[in-house]
């Protein structure tokens, strides 16, 4: 089946520093989204980017579909930013998502 | 605010117990889905609806049972519980199955004593 991986498993960054999340998928996929899971547990979107780039406030990201992977940028960092980052991907006719084993971030303030 | 609640937040029981968490959404969507999320794991898919039929049952234990009443209400009835059950419980809506971005509720931590 298709593989979903996500770098680097852990992140520790000062507040106002950028990141780079890193998802990588092994086949082709009709649908991307980008999650940020707080401390709380809820999820939140944020992107949804099969293909191209978004922006949105301090995050943007950006998917390169023909070669399997895609971004997520964080520029200046908040400690509102700390929690766990995943990416899901949908392929093929099935719609279910699979889901990466996520980005842990930590910023500290 | 994602527009999709869940109740309760917090849910302590026993083996024995027999509880319903509810989920609801606010989005006029036709698609709801129940996932569940264990400590240092991916979350898993455990039962995907489309305008109110079950479409998919990931190989889900029968001591969980999903139960659709419309397409804003999804519930999970849950009875004779084991501990390993315990994790967080996920609720998500989208517009409808596949190529659309799905929405999740804050989920329901259970603890099975």
């Known amino acids: 089946g298709i593989q979903v991986e996500q770098s680097p498993p852990d992140l520790i960054l000062q507040e106002g520093a950028n990141s780079t999340l890193r998802c990588n998928f092994s086949?082709?996929?009709?649908?991307l989204q980008w999650f940020h899971q707080n401390p709380w547990g809820q999820l939140i979107n944020l992107f949804y980017?099969?293909?191209?780039?978004k922006q949105n406030g301090r995050l943007s990201a950006t998917t390169v579909a023909t070669e399997r992977y895609s971004l997520l940028y964080i520029s200046s960092s908040q400690t509102t930013d700390s929690g766990v980052y995943f990416c899901?991907?949908?392929?093929?006719?099935?719609?279910?998502?699979?889901w990466g084993a996520g980005t842990k971030l930590i910023i500290k303030p | 605010e994602t527009g999709v609640t869940q109740t309760p937040r917090h849910l302590v029981m026993g083996m024995t117990n027999k509880k319903s968490l509810k989920c609801e959404q606010h989005?006029?969507?036709?698609?709801m889905y129940w996932y569940k999320q264990s400590a240092k794991k991916p979350l898993e898919l455990m039962f995907v609806?489309?305008?109110?039929?079950?479409?998919e049952n990931n190989s889900v234990p029968s001591r969980f049972s999903p139960e659709c009443p419309n397409s804003s209400h999804l519930f999970l009835h849950l009875h004779t519980l084991q501990p390993e059950d315990s994790a967080l419980y996920l609720c998500?809506?989208?517009?409808?199955?596949?190529?659309?971005?799905?929405?999740f509720g804050p989920g329901t931590r259970l603890l099975v004593l």
């Open positions: 998500a809506s989208s517009q409808d199955l596949g190529g659309r971005p799905q929405y």
């Open positions: 609806y489309s305008l109110e039929e079950r479409v």
């Open positions: 899901a991907v949908e392929f093929g006719s099935n719609y279910q998502l699979i």
């Open positions: 086949d082709s996929v009709n649908n």
């Open positions: 980017i099969p293909s191209g780039t």
């Open positions: 989005l006029g969507h036709n698609a």
